[in-house]
């Protein structure tokens, strides 16, 4: 029923929209009388009264300027720390004071968004973990170009802007229809997105490039609910046993399929080592860790981590490794606890280190989970030599990974995501970082929040 209503509102917005495109080149604005601003030629403008607090120019040739980018929950948090965002919202005609309820997420989101379109500004410093002056630098790519916004503010004959450009034009109307709430949360506002744009782009408009995507596409990838896992197990380091998995509740390593289903997290059952080890002596030992799994070793998401406990009496070591190897040349990153929740990922960092990386860090983030099951973690001698090993690998943080290699740094190479029950997504390695920026700044406000 919420799908159907949210298709119908799209469907009660695009039939104005599709009149209004007709008669092109009509700007979208606050009201009928007034012109939509570019964001470019308004934000230079504020730079250059300097009237917001922290909005200001860099340098003399004007082309680096700082924004202030505060989390809206921090506790030193006030009103005039969004007042660039604000300012955005009321002159796009996205926020009327008086009217609209202040929305600080949704004014700094459509902010960042409507810059991150614009190929003559980048994004050249993120200082938004700054604790004392959290900002971000922007520069134009070169003063010519920032020369090239004043122009767009000199209105013709007719008081329109004499560089007005269709295509823009349009891209901030899918702004104002897609960008603004529906009357159903969750997953219903972003399966219709892409599909009303397809629509509003086919009515004779081929010509016009795809606008940018609102709903984050990495997200959906990284929904609890899409989560998979490679669970591959190693008896004195030989592999026995090796599944991916679809669990979205969680996962347990269990030694014996009598296990109880009524816990949750699905139950993986290790194998028997009878058919894989021929040591009498080594098997008996195997078959004791096994045992020992009791109810099992739980891992499972909740929010942006990954959380593991053991459930039975055999002790289990982890560690964030390599994926081809465990790093057994040191201690490791912790013990399971018993009966009790233990972090054994934090989201937020990996994303982090993806983007470091796609700058050109060097150092690959880490993403697999190794857990050695009843025996200390194996760090003065190799891992073959322990009874039984895991490896478990997260695959969306795998093909993340996977998506920054072959992106690379250059910004004209596109990589391809793609999601299960959805169309690829072809993204420039900067919609790809500037996506992995949005997620590591949402993660950033709700771990705030939570604090």
């Known amino acids: 029923m919420g799908e159907r209503f949210a298709l119908w509102r799209v469907r009660e917005c695009v039939c104005p929209l599709t009149r209004r495109l007709r008669n092109f080149p009509v ?63 009321e002159a796009s005609g996205a926020y009327t004071p008086g009217k609209d309820k202040p929305d600080l997420s949704t004014w700094k989101r459509n902010f960042r968004s409507a810059l991150n379109r614009k190929e003559v500004l980048r994004l050249a410093d993120d200082r938004s973990k700054d604790p004392f002056d959290p900002h971000k630098v922007y520069e134009f790519v070169t003063p010519a170009a920032r020369d090239f ?45 892409p599909d009303h744009s397809q629509l509003l782009l086919s009515a004779s408009l081929d ?6 995507l609102q709903d984050n596409p990495l997200r959906q990838l990284l ?28 996962l347990r390593l269990v030694g014996t399929a009598a296990d109880n289903r009524t816990l949750p997290g699905q139950p993986v059952t ?36 990954l959380w593991a406990q053991r459930l039975g009496h055999s002790h ?57 099951v009843g025996e200390s973690w194996p760090q003065d001698q190799p891992w073959v030599k322990r009874l039984v090993m895991v490896k478990v690998v997260p695959t969306c943080l795998k093909e993340l ?21 959805s169309q690829p997504v072809s993204l420039t390695s900067d919609q790809y970082k500037a996506y992995l920026q949005d997620l590591v700044e949402d993660m950033d406000f709700q771990a705030t929040g939570d604090t």
């Not at 308004?42 to 989390?71: C, M, N, Y």
């Not at 929904?223 to 509740?249: I, K, S």
């Not at 860790?289 to 942006?304: D, M, T």
């Open 27 to 89: 700007c979208a604005g606050p009201s009928m009388g007034t012109p939509k601003p570019r964001i470019l030629p308004w934000l230079v403008s504020q730079l250059d009264l300097g009237q917001l607090k922290g909005v200001a120019w860099l340098d003399e040739t004007r082309t680096r300027f700082r924004i202030p980018w505060k989390h809206g929950l921090r506790q030193d948090a006030q009103m005039a720390d969004f007042g660039i965002f604000q300012a955005w919202a």
């Open 149 to 193: 916004v004043h122009l767009d503010t000199s209105p013709d004959t007719n008081g329109k802007s004499s560089l007005s450009d269709p295509q823009e034009d349009l891209l901030d109307l899918l702004d104002d229809l897609v960008l603004g709430p529906l009357p159903d949360e969750g997953s219903s506002g972003q399966a219709i997105a």
């Open 207 to 212: 010509s016009v490039p795809r606008p940018a």
């Open 223 to 250: 929904a609890e609910e899409q989560w998979e896992f490679e669970v591959t197990a190693f008896y004195r380091g030989r592999q026995v046993f090796q599944q991916t998995l679809f669990c979205p509740g969680g």
């Open 270 to 305: 290790l194998p028997d080592p009878e058919e894989f080890l021929a040591d009498r002596l080594a098997r008996e030992y195997v078959r004791h860790v096994l045992k020992g799994l009791g109810k099992g070793l739980a891992l499972w998401r909740s929010g942006q981590c």
């Open 316 to 372: 289990s070591f982890w560690a964030l490794g390599e994926e081809l190897l465990p790093d057994s040349g040191r201690g490791p990153d912790g013990e399971v606890p018993k009966d009790k929740d233990g972090e054994v990922f934090d989201l937020g960092p990996f994303v982090a280190d993806l983007i470091a990386f796609m700058e050109g860090s060097g150092h690959s983030p880490r993403y697999t989970l190794w857990f050695c």
């Open 401 to 421: 990974l996977e998506m920054a290699r072959e992106g690379g740094a250059s910004s004209l190479r596109t990589v391809d995501l793609h999601i299960s029950n």
